[in-house]
Nanobody, 128 residues
Framework: QVQLVESGGGSVQAGGSLRVSCEAS????????MGWFRQAPGKEREFVAA????????YYADSVQGRFTVSRDNAKNTVYLQMASLKPEDTAVYHC?????????????????????WGQGTQVTVSS
């Protein structure tokens, strides 16, 4: 069973940048597509970004397209979410998730229900 641990969250001013990481243990990261989701207080969990097992295919929510970049280093069993031009509305707990179907195509990787393993999350707070 894969365990996922996020790190790198924190507080930043609007317009700033932050990188969050997700390290996997208990499994081989390259067996999984990986996703990032976020949840703000009082709101539902929403899709942010996803990446196929190879890193060739990436997907983004419209709200972060052009500002966030998802990447992975399978040798380090780690996935990253680089966030730039941050806005107060990006404030949320960010979770990474692993999908046993590694190809992440179509609508599959946008849905939280597609993912089998989840991390506990890391808080990102953007102040105006």
């Amino acid at each position: 069973q894969v365990q996922l641990v996020e790190s790198g969250g924190g507080s930043v001013q609007a317009g700033g940048s932050l990188r969050v990481s997700c390290e996997a243990s208990g499994g081989t990261l390259s067996d999984y597509a990986m996703g990032w989701f976020r949840q703000a207080p009082g709101k539902e969990r929403e899709f942010v970004a996803a990446i196929s097992w190879s890193g060739i295919s990436t997907y983004y929510a419209d709200s972060v397209q052009g500002r966030f970049t998802v990447s992975r280093d399978n040798a380090k069993n780690t996935v990253y979410l680089q966030m730039a031009s941050l806005k107060p509305e990006d404030t949320a707990v960010y979770h990474c998730a692993a999908d046993s179907w590694p190809y992440c195509s179509g609508d599959h990787c946008y849905a939280a229900l597609s993912y089998d393993y989840w991390g506990q999350g890391t808080q990102v707070t953007v102040s105006s």
